[in-house]
């Protein structure tokens, strides 16, 4: 059978407060197209399908559209699971008729573990079919009771063995309840696990509990593939090739939108049996430029990809046919890509972060490896929506337009550029064609670091309060207080939890 792997989709989700519906609503007939295209059998949503535990109508209406779309392919089930940012109770509210129509949702850990165990028959009923073991994202309250007095290493470990024995409890129950030895076992989870890793300049409110959940070798050995959300980028966990991590669907940074995104695909046959998997990659609907570089080096990187933006999107509609490009990109695919993506991001000189974590074994993918999008950017399919067959969320080729570019920009200086955000309007008007209705490249945020750096006496490089974010005004609290290393640590910890509480309350 054919597993799609995706999580962390976060609709809903605001970047410098924008709103990024038209994205998500372009990635997810995206997803529709691909499980036709890849005859995919069952999908797993690993958590984090909205970005707030309140989302917006629009939010929900894309949620529910899909799931109506998605009921009306050759998939034969879902299973969806609630991670840290979603409300439970909000996901599962229409879990009886979402049953109904073989989409599962276990929006948080239930009183009987084994309502946790989702069977799903083979195709045509001639094979073992498969067997998901549905752990959503786990709340202390869901696998522990919290104790008086104890000390934040001690509620870790309880909270890692609950984790753990949760685990045990569902491969268990799923055990139990197959009757054919040969049925294989696929769990989920939304959690942090050991071993893995982000970019280190990773936006932390993703993460409200960073702390290590559980160890790649705690799985229970029976489960045949170990979907994963939390962890945006895609990679394996420990070494294990069956423990993965699909990455986000799209990027949730401007640090994230420099790396390609990616769902996988696994083959699963008989339990016991090595599962092969692949990464796919999506395509991006909007770039996202960060540009961190002197002022002539942006400007220039802004006019490339105004003029490369206009080009691509000033295409006549017919011709969205002839321009049918790869979409799972790969350098290798470069004939086929579009000049706004192969001519619209920042020269190397800018800044595009590149992994350069331990984990970057060989043999890794391009989307696990954090190749920039420049070299790597897969590209937009002119597929008409006549040949998907399914409406109406506008599939590729049928009115998704290429939408502007957005651009986060630091401009390195030692000297003060007045009127800076109206010299970068004026490179961009210079660029704009009259026929264009809107920027050819949106500007969310503009702001100054020093070049060189600062001489002692001069005020240091403040950042300001829309690139903060709560963890890191409290952690430079802490640090002005002058207390120990392990106090501070315990200080952050306890702050975690407290913000832990406050999202789980505020469902
Ligand atoms: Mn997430």
Request: hydrophobic share 35%; with cysteine.
């Amino acid at each position: 059978m054919r597993i799609l792997h995706t999580a962390d989709w976060h609709l809903g989700h605001r970047l410098y407060d924008r709103d990024r519906t038209p994205e998500h609503r372009a990635a997810l007939a995206w997803l529709l197209d691909t499980i036709e295209e890849e005859q995919i059998d069952v999908l797993i949503v690993a958590g984090d399908v909205f970005d707030v535990t309140n989302p917006s109508n629009q939010a929900r209406e894309l949620y529910y559209e899909f799931l109506g779309q998605l009921a009306q392919t050759r998939c034969l089930a879902a299973v969806i699971v609630g991670g840290n940012h979603d409300s439970p109770a909000m996901l599962d509210a229409p879990r009886e008729v979402l049953r109904s129509l073989n989409l599962h949702v276990v929006g948080a850990a239930r009183t009987q573990v084994q309502e946790q165990v989702i069977k799903i028959a083979h195709p045509g009923g001639d094979g073992p079919g498969l067997i998901i073991a549905a752990v959503p994202y786990l709340r202390e309250r869901d696998i522990r009771k919290a104790k008086f007095g104890e000390t934040s290493a001690e509620r870790l470990t309880g909270l890692q063995e609950g984790i753990s024995g949760h685990y045990r409890a569902v491969a268990e129950a799923a055990i139990a309840q197959r009757q054919n030895p040969e049925t294989p076992i696929i769990a989920t989870g939304h959690l942090f696990a050991g071993g893995a890793s982000d970019h280190p300049e990773k936006n932390s409110y993703i993460y409200q509990a960073d702390e290590h959940n559980i160890e790649g070798g705690q799985f229970p050995e029976v489960f045949d593939y170990v979907a994963l959300g939390h962890i945006h980028r895609a990679q394996r966990v420990g070494g294990q090739e069956h423990i993965r991590y699909c990455g986000s669907l799209v990027p949730l940074t401007f640090v994230e939108g420099q790396q390609v995104r990616s769902v996988r695909i696994v083959d699963i046959g008989k339990a016991g049996e090595p599962t092969s998997s692949r990464p796919l990659n999506v395509p991006y609907f909007r770039t996202l430029l960060r540009l961190n570089a002197e002022l002539d080096e942006v400007k220039q990187a802004l006019r490339t990809a105004a003029v490369a933006h206009q080009a691509q999107s000033t295409l006549p509609p017919s011709d969205t046919s002839s321009t049918v490009l790869p979409r799972s990109g790969s350098p290798s695919d470069a004939p086929g890509r579009s000049a706004a993506e192969s001519g619209g991001l920042p020269p190397s000189s800018t800044t595009l972060p590149r992994s350069g974590s331990p984990s970057d074994a060989p043999g890794r993918s391009a989307a696990e490896s954090g190749v920039p999008c420049s070299t790597a950017l897969p590209s937009i399919s002119g597929r008409s929506a006549a040949e998907s067959g399914v409406s109406p969320l506008p599939r590729r080729g049928s009115g998704v337009e290429v939408l502007p570019p957005w651009a986060e920009v630091r401009i390195k200086t030692d000297e003060h550029l007045p009127n800076l955000r109206q010299t970068l309007f004026d490179v961009l008007a210079e660029v704009t064609e009259a026929s264009s209705s809107g920027p050819p490249v949106e500007l969310l945020r503009i702001s100054q670091e020093r070049l060189t750096p600062a001489p002692a006496s001069a005020p240091e490089n403040k950042k300001q309060l829309d690139e903060l974010d709560p963890e890191e005004v409290f952690t430079g609290i802490v640090t002005n207080e002058g207390y120990t290393p392990e106090r501070a640590t315990e200080l952050l910890a306890d702050f975690r939890n407290l913000q832990n509480w406050m999202n789980d309350s505020a469902e």
